[in-house]
DNA sequence: GTCTATAGGGCGATAGAC
DNA sequence: GTCTATCGCCCTATAGAC
């Protein structure tokens, strides 16, 4: 992934103290964001919050907006960590998963979705790049996926790949946004359609 | 649909003269987002390109967040009377057609998934109505076409009405933001594939 | 009724003090 | 290396001029 790298070895010193300063902030400012969401989250009260200084934030992120990123990098990350996805899972059955998890941390998914809408816009470098490289790097892993269970016969075969999987990409997103402002929105029962209408017609011959 | 009429009816007087300006600065903000989308949207800008002054607009708009809901309302009452979708139009195809029209004005959709987003966070009541109301609208207008294609024969029975409806708006939704980001995400393929699969297979015997 | 001028409180970013 | 002080901009609210 090789990750934004290049300015983080800040070469010369600021080793440990630097960094773990910098990690415990990312860490508190994970539950923070969990617990509020992306509202209140003006540097100000964000350093409250987390018990530092509006200033010392700013100097160990170069922006408000690279905060939130990292933020939701780390958070993703974490997730990952703590659960990781079995080899057999569906591509859909993937995003359901994650949808479900996603459910238990509501703030995160309002953070990604601010962060999305930014990444729109012109002038937010950090949260283009961000967009860009998580859609472009999901989508390649889920469309490997799907040509796989393509060949073991569980995703319809007469479809092209990449176009599935920016379909489920998008369903998951659009379905995730639509049940947070609206609970009677079945969320799982929409992508189990999803998987349903994928496989192929012989494999569930009326089921 | 009832509208936020309560408040829109200012009583006594203020018929023509106000109505008529405040339209006009509806009009031209359209274009205004049209362009530039939701970025350079301090009230001060949007006053300075449209050739009003800062106060004039808080005049006729209660907050910013207010301005940039109607405009969108707006754009989208103009857009529906200027292509109404004819009847015989499955689902996924007028979502199509929309796509296909947002196309040419990226900034609107920028302005969508701003107030999307805007609408997740709490203290945005505008926001958060104008999404709702929104969303659940669609859906309703989606689940009963969908109800109608399925007694023709067109979109598999064995389905859920109101869980396509969803489906096919998070996929709209989803897939317009990763083209947005990205263009060679092919939005009308992807949404193809989705109706392909919601399709009878007796009907498309294998094509 | 329509609008201009102005003030208050908060914001992100930055320069310079410990 | 850390953080306080400050700058310019923002939205909102209000007072009063046309």
Redesign the interface.
Known sequence: MSETAPEASKRRGSYAKGLVRRQQILDRAIEVFAER???RTSLRSIADAIGVSHGALTHYFTSREQLLVEVYRASERRADETSPHPEGTSAVGVMTESARRNRTVPGL??LY??L??A?????HPDA?EF??QR??RI?AGLAADIRAQQRSGRV?H???A???A??V???????Q??W???ET??LE??????E???TP?DTTP?R
């Not at 990409?169 to 379905?175: E, K, M, N, Q």
């Not at 029962?189 to 999803?194: H, M, R």
């Open positions: 969401g992306a509202e998914v309002q979705s601010t999305v809408a990444a729109l816009e012109e002038g283009r967009a860009t859609f472009s989508r319809r007469d479809l092209d990449e176009l599935v920016s379909l990409i998008a369903a998951s997103d659009g379905l946004t639509q947070l402002l609206d929105v079945d029962g929409s992508l189990g359609v999803l349903r209408v994928l017609p009326l």
